[in-house]
């Protein structure tokens, strides 16, 4: 079995791969501060849920974009796994040629959908990551991993809003009944959500037409991805576990080295 750690500013995803399937997924929120002997605790349970003996888990592998917590889930596989986990970088065999300046800044969670695109769905392709950032990440024609846009989520639009504005209040990020709000909630919820939409399909097309292939297939991975889906028809896929799909065939590429 395969213990994947794909460790975002927001959440925690941990999943345990048994050779055919995620036998089992996870989502903890994300504390920078949190001591390793905590997240030990967080992994048992993690791990009691899926009725797993430690001894039972083979391999690990991470995935992060919170430099802190690295080395905590590095020490902590090693002490409480008797495992050295592979720790995903641009310096690894991804599946994808790496076509971009500065590999090196390239987030691992945006190397671990590049890679997954490529083995799930093949290319050209176009993956866009509803997280703490909204993340589009673009393979070319020729398997190459190209580049992509980096946006705010719309979690931080909706907070941001929310701070500066004494009158307004969190609403749900749920398209209202119509896009003309009558009230001030719908107000809120048609500004964010139809204007985040908007975004996302500007900047869907933009891409496209740099890329100029027809047969290009646009996938949507991250917690909010279903609900834009049903609204941008531009979006052909929903991939839920897709950087986990691609932090796994990244540890399958590189087993061994």
Same mark, same amino acid.
């Given at each position: 079995m395969l213990l994947a750690f794909d460790i975002g500013n927001t959440n925690i995803h941990l999943g345990l791969w048994d050779g055919a399937s995620w036998r089992l997924s996870w989502r903890a929120r994300t504390v920078s501060d949190k001591m390793m002997d905590e997240y030990a605790v967080l992994v048992r349970n993690f791990l009691d849920t899926a009725a797993v003996q430690h001894g039972a888990i083979k391999a690990a592998c991470i995935s992060s974009v919170v430099p802190s917590l690295t080395p905590t889930f590095q020490e902590l596989t090693r002490r409480y796994l008797k495992l050295?986990?592979?720790?995903?970088?641009?310096?690894?065999?991804?599946?994808?040629?790496?076509?971009?300046?500065?590999?090196?800044?390239?987030?691992?969670?945006? @190397?671990?959908n590049a890679a997954g695109l490529s083995? @799930?769905?093949?290319?050209?392709?176009?993956?866009i990551d509803f997280g703490t950032s909204t993340n589009f990440d673009v393979l070319s024609a020729d398997n190459a991993y190209i580049g992509g846009v980096i946006a705010p989520g719309i979690g931080l639009a909706h907070d941001a809003l929310v701070s500066r504005a004494a009158q307004l209040h969190k609403v749900e990020l749920v398209p209202p009944p119509q896009p003309i709000g009558r009230n001030t909630v719908q107000a809120m919820q048609s500004g964010?959500?139809?204007?985040?939409?908007?975004?996302?399909?500007?900047? @869907?097309?933009?891409?496209?037409?740099?890329?100029?292939?027809?047969?290009?297939?646009?996938?949507?991975?991250?917690?909010?991805?279903?609900?834009?889906k049903a609204h941008i028809d531009l979006i052909d896929e929903f991939a839920p576990e897709l950087t986990l799909d691609g932090l796994r065939l990244i540890y399958e590429l590189n087993r061994g080295k």
């Open positions: 050295t986990p592979l720790t995903v970088s641009s310096e690894l065999e991804l599946g994808v040629r790496i076509a971009i300046d500065m590999p090196e800044q390239a987030g691992a969670d945006r @190397l671990c083995q @799930l769905f093949g290319a050209p392709a176009v993956c964010i959500f139809w204007g985040y939409t908007g975004m996302i399909e500007s900047l @869907l097309r933009r891409i496209l037409a740099q890329l100029d292939a027809p047969e290009t297939k646009v996938v949507a991975t991250g917690g909010l991805a279903p609900v834009f």
